[in-house]
């Protein structure tokens, strides 16, 4: 007998896939920001109802701190280069602002960065939180990355690496075209390189 079968046999609800919910979930509040996606639309969006939803992720902060971990796995995932071993600073970092304007353009439906901005204006503080946790890592990734090369210049330049990343998913949600970021990440790069001793 199929699951199907059993399931309508004995009134249990279909088994869902877990981790296809945190996509989905995520996918959502890539496009409206934790504030704006219910506890109600998540379970919709999941096919599960908002009792199973709670079930199975525990809260929707929950869900959205593995939503989160999801991102950087997928669509994030050029984040990951901040440790690449031996990776060249300058190099590093421009690759990076320049994979996030391509990632935040890509889909108009999904702009910007959500670990940058799912949690804009959010009321909850505990989900600023775990934007805050996450940001505050990639800071320290790019701050270590430039302190193998140029330590001195170590906390400023993670700082405005931050900036202009901040930056970058914004004017992307504001509907900036990728030329237009690029031409901005161009002049960023500037910065970066006189900070860095690039020439």
């Known amino acids: 007998m199929t699951d199907t079968k059993e399931a309508k046999r004995t009134g249990r609800p279909r088994a869902f896939d877990a981790e296809q919910g945190v996509a ?14 219910g506890v109600a ?6 096919g599960i109802n908002p009792p199973s939803l709670y079930a199975a ?36 970092l421009v690759r990076v602002l320049a994979e996030a304007a391509r990632s935040g353009t890509a889909d108009a439906a999904a702009r910007g960065c959500l670990v940058l901005d799912g949690t804009r204006n959010c009321t909850d503080p ?9 940001r505050a890592e990639l800071r320290e990734k790019a701050r270590a990355l430039v302190a193998r090369e140029h330590p ?13 990343l901040t930056a970058i998913s914004g004017s992307a949600i504001e ?25």
Do not use: C
């Not at 989905?24 to 996606?37: M, Q």
């Not at 639309?41 to 999941?46: D, G, H, K, P, R």
């Not at 505990?126 to 996450?134: D, K, Q, S, Y």
């Open 24 to 37: 989905t979930a995520a996918r959502l509040f890539w496009e409206k920001g934790y504030d704006a996606v």
């Open 126 to 134: 505990a989900a600023r939180a775990l934007t805050a946790a996450v």
């Open 57 to 92: 992720f525990g809260s929707k902060r929950e869900l959205f701190q593995r939503a989160l971990g999801h991102y950087s796995a997928t669509q994030g995932q050029f984040f990951s280069w901040l440790e690449t071993p031996d990776a060249p600073a300058y190099e590093t």
């Open 152 to 164: 001195a210049m170590a906390e400023a330049a993670a700082d405005y690496f931050m900036f202009v």
């Open 175 to 199: 509907g900036t075209p990728l030329p237009r970021l690029m031409q901005d990440i161009d002049l960023a790069s500037r910065g970066l390189r006189n900070m860095l001793g690039q020439g």
């Open 41 to 46: 639309e998540l379970a919709q969006s999941i």
